[in-house]
């Protein structure tokens, strides 16, 4: 999916009347943004599929597909989630108010529109989804397992190892998709009904290799958005990896292991069945043996050499 050409503001307006249209996009030109014209909620999706825009401005009631269900469309695609929605909606349907918010909209402004309202909005939250997608870009590039669901467990984005990694659960699933595959879905959903705001743990087995895929709930961000490291856990091969690759002792690569997944002192006591002092020990002759001074640096050690 490509940007929109032009201008580098881009707007979609969403409406099915052609005098709202025209003072719309007459009053975002002006402002030297870009603008996209939709006249149903079909259309939209349809152009969606080819144009990504900076935020989207749409029309609460229209005929057939109305703005809501629109959104929740356009929310339930990882490509185009991250695009903020800002609705129009009538004086009088204070009710859909609720609804805009429910479906993924980031705010709403009156019709008739306060034109010098509505530009100040749409710059506002035009800036804040520019940070959220080079929040995501940044993310790709550091090639991390990370996603992101809504508090119900729907996928919003996912980095292009997590991608890899959910494949090996599920093999032939791409982060195009709609939405994650059921095996994985079902327990990040048992996982966020658990109400902890971060630290809860669930795991999957990989249908490719002999591994499992363990999540990790890291935070909830902002209103309805959950980020979950993934990671990658084959401790037998992993291990000899380390072995092959480490001037370290067997026990030794175990406790780095175990680092490297991302685990505490007192959680590797107890997978190793040693007391956390010990753990302690190991840790600062890894150190030394390695050339690290901290446990973070240990850990990046750890996984270069298992990415590799």
């Not at 881009?10 to 603008?35: H, I, K, Y």
């Not at 990658?232 to 490297?260: F, K, M």
């Amino acid at each position: 999916m490509m940007q929109a050409p032009g201008h580098s503001d881009t707007v979609l307006v969403v409406d099915d009347e052609p005098d709202a249209l025209r003072m719309l996009t007459a009053v975002l030109e002006r402002a030297e943004m870009s603008v996209l014209v939709a006249t149903s909620g079909e259309a939209a999706l349809e152009l969606l599929n080819n144009i990504m825009p900076d935020l989207i401005l749409m029309d609460a009631v229209m005929p057939g597909m109305d703005g809501f269900e629109t959104t929740q469309k356009i929310k339930a695609r990882p490509a185009t989630a991250s695009i903020p929605v800002i609705f129009m909606t009538g004086l009088t349907e204070s009710e859909h108010v609720v609804e805009a918010f429910e479906v993924g909209g980031v705010d709403y402004v009156r019709k008739p529109v306060d034109l010098s309202e509505l530009l100040a909005r749409v710059r506002v939250h035009m800036a804040q989804g520019r940070a959220v997608h080079a929040s995501i870009t940044s993310l790709d590039a550091t090639d991390r397992l990370i996603l992101a669901t809504d508090a119900k467990g729907r996928l919003l984005w996912c980095t292009p190892r997590a991608e890899q990694a959910i494949a090996r659960v599920a093999p032939g699933w791409r982060r195009g998709e709609d939405s994650l595959p059921q095996e994985l879905r079902s327990q990040i959903e048992r996982l966020l009904t658990r109400d902890e705001s971060a630290g809860g743990t669930v795991r999957v087995k990989q249908v490719v290799g002999r591994g499992e895929l363990e999540l990790v709930v890291v935070a909830h961000y902002r209103e309805d958005e959950v980020l979950i490291r993934l990671s990658e856990i084959n401790p037998e091969q992993d291990l000899l990896r380390l072995q092959d690759r480490l001037p370290l002792t067997h026990r030794e690569a175990e406790v780095l292991l175990w680092v490297s997944y991302g685990k505490p002192n007192r959680v590797i006591s107890d997978v190793l069945e040693i007391s956390p002092r010990t753990v302690t020990k190991h840790l600062e002759r890894i150190f030394d043996k390695i050339g690290v001074e901290t446990r973070s640096a240990a850990a990046a050690v750890a996984i270069r050499m298992l990415g590799q």
